[in-house]
């Protein structure tokens, strides 16, 4: 992704801890004031390191009967390098010059060794996925056919051939489990994928995996351009309560750690271009590998000034990508496409898991992509980790943090369920259920059960059991003078959250979609 010094006039900054996260709940917890200074490193914002599940985090029993058998997915890539080597250079090349005018502190002398050791080493490599980024897919993966593993099994099918005496026969066979999966053309997407599918093949040797990249498979992975922000985020609404998050921010302390001579600075040195670029590269670092003892750069922001800085960027992502009201909800709409894809996916791999005589076994659907297509599709889908609708962007946090929704490897996964041998009425559809994880915690959605009538019969409201919601068939025709008594209501046996049925999924977002 570019740099988003370029995308605001505030840019976005970093930190540079190590993040591992082990608390329960991580996806829906919110975030004090309290919380973000007993621990700073939260606010390391879209570059954290993923937050693996510990054994705190548990999920939820099936309904009596119910299996999992399709996995749909989508997955930023993992922890990568600072995308951009002028900006290494540019910080060595600063500090340097600013040494041979005498003008670094003691402290600014350390800090110019490190940048050198960066520009050697990283700048190079820039955007590229690090080993940490390929261990964090192996191991979704690896936990994913661990938690899950009735989906990769392999299918008893009947094939239609013609034998040898010319006459069509069905032949008994066992399918293997298929994934299919996608990823977009940068090379850090296409290296998660193929790392994903490492882990993934390493505990589930039949499987049978398809991998794709190109420019074709865009429309459905990251259709986002930063381009078009300007058409719906700088709303003056917006910028007002922007601004608020700004004015008690100052780069003083920044001037005074690394240079010893402050007029050099403010005759030769862009201290806004400086600070941000350090802020940036100082939170990618711990994505990188582990021989990093030389980089001090988090010692340049203290906690108070890193807990502001991530305020601010926190509400420009809200801003441009989240359900954010002060700029119309509009960037969330970018993820539609993709949000489609899922659907229409999903549809074909249920057709092909109820009918027994499918000769597919479509098991998981992944997709590897960026921040800009996961970020969006989450508050599209209205996720409880990412719908939150506030306008105080001083109190943003409390309820909507970009660091639970897109540290580096963020994915959903959603899981689907049926019950095996069951038979559904002639004419209707399978008990599909499905649930959502949000890096691998599962996470609730506003979706209704069933079809709630405008108005109920008191003797219907009678008949409905706690779980259990009416809904109304059309109203029959009555012969002139004729008055027929209200129709039964219908019962829909409605699952407790996180399992959702299948159809009340597709009418909830069918009709976002159309909106």
């Known amino acids: 992704m570019n740099s988003l010094v370029s995308r605001t006039p505030k840019s976005i900054f970093s930190v540079t801890l190590l993040a591992i996260f082990a608390m329960a709940g991580f996806t829906v917890a919110q975030t004090t004031d309290d919380e973000l200074k007993d621990h700073p490193e939260y606010t390391a914002s879209g570059y954290l390191v993923y937050p693996e599940p510990d054994k705190s985090v548990k999920y939820t029993k099936a309904p009596a009967g119910y299996k999992p058998f399709y996995i749909s997915h989508y997955g930023r890539h993992g922890s990568r390098y600072h995308y951009s080597a002028d900006d290494y250079n540019y910080l060595f090349e600063t500090l340097a010059k600013a ?3 005498k003008a670094l502190s003691v402290t600014g002398k350390y800090i110019m060794l ?22 964090q897919h192996e191991g979704i993966a690896m ?3 661990k938690n899950f593993p009735d989906v990769f099994k392999s299918k008893n099918a009947k094939i239609a051939e013609v034998n040898a005496k010319g006459k069509q026969v069905k032949k008994n066979v066992k399918l293997p489990p298929q994934v299919d999966a996608f990823a977009s053309t940068s090379g850090r997407c296409i290296v998660s994928m193929s790392a994903f599918v490492g882990g993934l093949k390493s505990q589930v040797p039949t499987a049978q995996i398809r991998m794709e990249s190109g420019k074709s498979l865009m429309g459905h992975i990251n ?3 930063f381009d078009i ?11 007002a309560e922007n601004d608020k998050l700004w004015k008690d921010i100052s780069t003083d302390n920044f001037v005074r750690t690394i240079f010893a001579d402050t007029a050099y600075v403010s005759k030769n040195v862009d201290v806004s271009n400086l600070y941000n670029k350090m802020f940036e590269i100082a939170g990618s670092i711990q994505g990188m590998e582990d021989d990093n003892d030389l980089i001090i750069f988090d010692r340049l922001f203290p906690k108070e000034e890193k807990i502001k800085r991530w305020k601010a960027q926190n509400a420009w992502w809200y801003s441009i990508l989240g359900t954010c009201p002060l700029t119309g909800n509009d960037g969330i709409n970018t993820a539609k496409p993709i949000l489609k894809h899922i659907m229409s996916e ?9 009918d027994a005589d499918a000769a597919t076994n479509t098991v998981a659907t992944l997709r590897f992509g960026h921040d800009t297509g996961l970020l969006p599709l989450a508050g599209l889908m209205q996720l409880s980790v990412a719908n939150a609708k506030v306008t105080d962007l001083s109190k943003l946090h409390e309820q909507w943090t970009d660091f639970r929704i897109i540290p580096m490897a963020a994915n959903l996964q959603m899981i689907f369920y049926k019950k095996p041998g069951a038979k559904p009425a002639k004419g209707a559809a399978p008990e599909i259920l499905v649930k959502f994880l949000y890096n691998e915690r599962e996470v609730t959605a506003p979706i209704p059960c069933g079809d709630e009538p405008a108005q109920e019969p008191a003797q219907v409201k009678a008949d409905i059991k706690p779980g259990m919601v009416a809904a109304q068939p059309a109203a029959q025709p009555a012969a002139p003078g004729v008055m027929l008594p209200p129709p039964p209501a219908k019962k829909v046996k409605c699952p407790a959250a996180p399992y959702y049925r299948w159809e009340d999924v597709k009418n909830f977002y069918g009709k976002i979609l159309t909106e």
């Open 99 to 101: 040494d041979s005018a």
């Open 114 to 135: 490190s940048s050198k050791l960066l520009a050697d080493k990283a700048a190079s490599r820039a955007g590229d996925l690090t080993q940490k980024g390929v261990k």
């Open 143 to 145: 936990r994913m056919a």
């Open 223 to 225: 259709t986002f351009n």
């Open 229 to 239: 922000t300007k058409n719906y985020a700088e709303t003056p609404e917006f910028k």
């Open 346 to 354: 999903t549809e074909n791999a249920i057709a092909g898991a109820t």
